[in-house]
């Protein structure tokens, strides 16, 4: 094991061990992970990845029975699972998460922020409400998740937060403007996040992709049970895994290692 010192305009910085291994397979044995949206779509993919590479994983959406199907997958591959069926709107719900993820495995190294929702309509249409759901699930809750794993990550030397905002982070576009609010916003949060975890060893990183083959559109457990993922090619829509083994291999990596953000789209669709 190697120790890093660090000297800034004079002032000695925290020392960290510098991790040896930066291959998602197994890099995260004895580590937990908190990811929002598990209950579909990407969110259930990368539960899935973290725990292929070795992570306990609480896991964070309303619908319970679409949670307990993750939960199935993540005890496949040996590891623990942690069903926490909660509205991200709600603050208080929210703000219980990391709690109960310390309580159930003792840790929260690695905080995954992939739930998302929309209120779409042109600006001169969209009601208050819309605005602040979307706000709230897609920016406040990641604010809440990010600053309650904080604290335990500081406490603990280190840990990685993921943010997943969207091309519609990068670009805003019409019909879609709390949807782009909230996905701009994240990249703040993000970078603020970055730059107060650097002397801490903690590290945020958003990535924005562009399609990918995913329940996205039914905005809610009930129509997501009656919607089918559409069977599209890989170039115009990307497998949610490809994502998700991305995200593991980050949460992964070498903490030393910095990646602050990245635009993940599939081949056949422009650059935002
Ligand atoms: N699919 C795409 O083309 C695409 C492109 C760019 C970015 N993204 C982003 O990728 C992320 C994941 O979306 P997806 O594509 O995997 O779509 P998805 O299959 O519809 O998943 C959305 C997830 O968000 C959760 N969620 C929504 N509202 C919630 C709430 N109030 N409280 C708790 N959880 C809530 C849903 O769980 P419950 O319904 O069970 O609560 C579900 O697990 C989103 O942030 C989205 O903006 C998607």
Redesign the pocket.
Known sequence: MFVNYRRVEGEERKEWPLSERGSASGGLQGRAALV?????????AVAVALAEAGADVAL????EQ??RETEELVFRTGRRALALP????SASETQAAVERTVEAFGRVDVLVN?????APGPVVDLEVEGWD?TLS??LR?PFLLSKAAFARMREAGGGTIVN?????GKKGWANASA?CAS?FGLTGLTEALADEGRPHGIRAIVI??????????????EE?GESEVEQTSPTM?LP?SSVADFIAWFASSPREFVLTEGIIVPIGEGLP
């Open positions: 929002t949206g598990a209950s579909s779509g990407l969110g259930r964070v959406a309303r619908s679409d949670l909660t509205d991200l709107a992939v739930a998302g929702t929309d759901r699930v897609n809750a997943v905002s969207s091309v519609a949807y996905k924005y992709p562009g399609a990918m083959a995913t329940n996205w559109g039914a905005f809610s457990p997501r829509a949610p």
